[in-house]
């Protein structure tokens, strides 16, 4: 399967579960989305723990030009606070259209939770297949001697009870928004 063939599966699967998917060239195109859709809904903060400070650099600015604030680490004090999450995926499966992010961070965790909207970046070239084109790159992450947390995330958080009544951002975002990074 070409690489071209393991995105369409990957946005199809993430979408299936209401993920909305789309294709950027650039880490300054997914600032550009995460501010636009921040003020779209009104929001007030942004947190992307994880990002390097190159890209923070970037984001900073385009956040205080939208009217948003960047929230800084640590977000413990600021978790009531986190209105939209923008971080970067480690790894996606094409087939479940799951993301995986090793969250050590208490940040990530946090964002990822706490968010009303997420925002991840993928790199398509971390797209795999299936889930056992992914099994030695978790083999590396669980023989680290660090501790460890790896979230996988499929969709928005959703939740049912015994009548079948969905409701969507009990445990988590009520949206993910997934960046397909296309190029290196």
């Not at 195109?29 to 890209?55: C, I, W």
């Amino acid at each position: 399967m070409d690489q071209e063939m393991i995105n369409q599966l990957m946005a199809d699967k993430a979408g299936a579960v209401q993920a909305v998917v789309s294709e950027i060239g650039s880490f300054d195109e997914a600032v550009a989305y995460t501010v636009a859709l921040a003020r779209t809904k009104a929001y007030e903060t942004v947190a992307a723990p994880g990002l390097d400070d190159t890209q923070l650099s970037v984001l900073a600015p385009a956040c205080q030009a939208g009217g948003l604030t960047l929230l800084e680490s640590p977000l413990y004090d600021q978790a009531q606070q986190i209105h939209a999450a923008l971080t970067a995926a480690d790894w996606g499966i094409a087939e479940t259209g799951t993301l995986v992010l090793k969250s050590a961070s208490e940040d990530i965790r946090l964002a990822t939770m706490l968010a009303e909207v997420h925002i991840a970046v993928l790199a398509e070239s971390r797209i795999v297949p299936d889930s056992a084109a992914i099994a030695g790159h978790l083999n590396e992450i669980l023989m680290d001697d660090s501790p460890s947390y790896t979230a996988f995330i499929t969709g928005a958080s959703r939740t049912a009870d015994i009548e079948r009544v969905l409701a969507i951002g009990v445990h988590g975002p009520q949206e993910l928004h997934i960046l397909i990074h296309k190029g290196d």
